[in-house]
């Protein structure tokens, strides 16, 4: 009697435990786009653009996540903002910076079509509003590539902004506070849809056969990014807090291929008294790095991982990037950390020398050698090709800064679609992946300014064939 009694109870509970998960909502839709960054809204856009129903899901209150603090540019090939400034570039020039920058260890294929694919992608932004019509460069870049709003003006609120108005007016149903916890399978092991938990705890299932896992990178989680790569220990980083690596997570059931998960970019200026990223863009329109004697240590347009080992390699492990009225002149983004009172500014050298605790003189002889560089075009002390500014005339600027985790270039391996690839080398049907969430593309190292390509231009092609 009392063991009957006992197989009851377990049945009730059982019973009642069914009865609360078949409760749960669900929904059916063609298409779930996990993460609303510049990758996830341009996917969600372009299988719209195709006929699908979307739901995009994204977990925080706001869209953006790492791509609203872009500032320094997108990175485009023979537009029409390089012929107007009478820049000359190709894709084959463009592709092998990217292979150099990535120690020749980047997807060549996949970089291909990203440098193939740029003017397009800032085409297709352009003609829903945004404006990428100045171009600078950046670290490691042989010509002038970087697309950002005219003045200088930060990229990433730019490109949030013009994909968030195309997200409003089309039918794409984006979901703030609605956090992906699950992908989900069906008994035949194909994909079913996704779980979801709204800002409430509430859960439920959204029924889709395809799923694009745009959730960004895993720099904003020092948790993941030391597990991934124990040298970063004690590191700062310039992520959002939105950026904790769920693709991880998601994935972890499905077989799915993580590729150079240890490979974690350190970007070298950044102010860890504000916690601030300061844009490359600065050393790119004329900006100098000089240690605490006040001397210049390496060529400031190196790329980012050799130049943040130069960089710990001063005393403290900290530099000043230096700059003057004419470069703060060239890009407005610089007048944004002025206001947020990041950046020391005085009227002459002596004055920024002394404000340092830097020898004057040993500042001034740095600044005269360097300006004598500009003039002949030729650094004879570390071989910077780009010396477009002499720093000669103030006010001068100075920001303290050092290395910061910044990008993730591993992740989900995914092919020329977009599709996400197994551990035996096969595309899960019905699971693609774009942006900061995928890996094996940039090698060992990212070229600035590719990230937000990367993200719009495999964001797009993840759109278009979810969209098939
Ligand atoms: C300070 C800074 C400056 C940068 N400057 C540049 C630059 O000038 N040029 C350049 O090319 N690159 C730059 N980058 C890099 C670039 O911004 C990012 O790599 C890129 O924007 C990533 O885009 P994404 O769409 O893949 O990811 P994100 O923009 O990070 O978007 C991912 C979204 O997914 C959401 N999400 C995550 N998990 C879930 C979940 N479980 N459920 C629902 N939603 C979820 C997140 O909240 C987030 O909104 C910079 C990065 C930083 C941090």
């Not at 996540?65 to 190709?90: L, P």
């Not at 463009?94 to 920058?101: M, Q």
């Not at 200088?152 to 979901?175: C, F, H, M, W, Y």
């Not at 190292?445 to 993200?455: F, P, Q």
Request: one cysteine or more.
């Amino acid at each position: 009697m009392k063991i009957k009694l006992i197989i009851l109870s377990v049945v009730v509970v059982l019973l009642l435990l069914s009865y609360k998960w078949t409760s749960e909502p669900s929904e059916t839709v063609g298409l779930v786009v996990i993460g609303a960054g510049a990758s996830g809204m341009s996917a969600a856009l372009e299988a719209e653009a195709a006929g699908v129903k979307v739901i995009l899901l994204e977990k925080m209150p706001y869209v953006g996540g790492n791509t609203v603090r872009a500032t320094a540019g997108m990175n485009a090939v023979s537009t029409d903002a390089q012929s107007e400034a009478g820049i000359v570039d190709d894709v084959g020039t463009f592709v092998s910076d990217i292979l150099e920058s990535g120690h020749s260890e980047g997807n060549p294929r996949m970089i291909e079509i990203m440098a193939n694919e740029s003017a397009f992608a800032l085409d297709w932004l352009t003609e829903k509003g945004a404006d990428l019509s100045d171009v600078g460069i950046l670290a490691g870049h042989s010509i002038p590539r970087t697309h950002r709003p005219s003045g200088g003006q930060p990229v990433g609120g730019e490109i949030v902004s013009v994909l968030k108005g195309a997200i409003q007016s089309s039918t794409v149903d984006l979901r703030l506070e609605h956090k992906a916890v699950q992908i989900l399978v069906d008994q035949n092991h194909e994909i079913s849809g996704v779980g979801v938990v709204d800002k409430t705890g509430r859960k439920y299932t959204i029924n889709a056969k395809k799923v694009i896992i745009a959730t960004g990178g895993f720099g904003g989680s020092p948790e993941v990014f030391v597990y991934y790569n124990q040298k970063l220990k004690g590191y700062h980083t310039t992520n959002s807090p939105s950026a904790t690596g769920d693709f991880i997570g998601l994935v972890e059931n499905l077989g799915v291929q993580l590729v150079d998960m240890s490979y974690i970019q350190t970007h070298p200026t950044v102010s860890l008294e504000y916690g601030v990223l300061i844009t490359e863009a600065i050393r790119g329109n004329g900006g100098i790095l000089i240690n605490s004697s006040g001397k210049r240590f390496a060529n400031e347009m190196k790329n980012r991982d050799y130049l943040s080992e130069d960089l710990l390699s001063q005393p403290d492990k900290e530099v000043y990037l230096l700059f003057n009225e004419k470069v703060r002149e060239s890009l407005a983004a610089s007048d944004d950390y002025i206001d947020m009172d990041l950046i020391l500014s005085a009227p002459d050298v002596e004055t920024l020398a002394n404000a340092l605790r830097i020898d004057t003189q040993n500042l001034s002889e740095t600044l005269d050698r360097y300006n004598g560089f500009v003039e002949s075009q030729v650094d004879l002390d570390f071989g910077r090709r780009s010396l477009t500014v002499i720093l000669d005339e103030g006010p001068f600027y100075a920001v303290r800064v050092t290395p910061a985790v910044h990008y993730c270039m591993g992740g989900i391996l995914i092919d020329e679609q977009a599709r996400v690839i197994d551990e035996n080398g096969k595309p899960i049907t019905g699971l693609y992946a774009s942006g900061e969430a995928t890996g094996g593309i940039h090698g060992l190292n990212r070229l600035g300014g590719n990230s937000l390509l990367d993200a719009i231009v495999f964001g797009r092609i993840a759109g278009r064939s979810a969209g098939e």
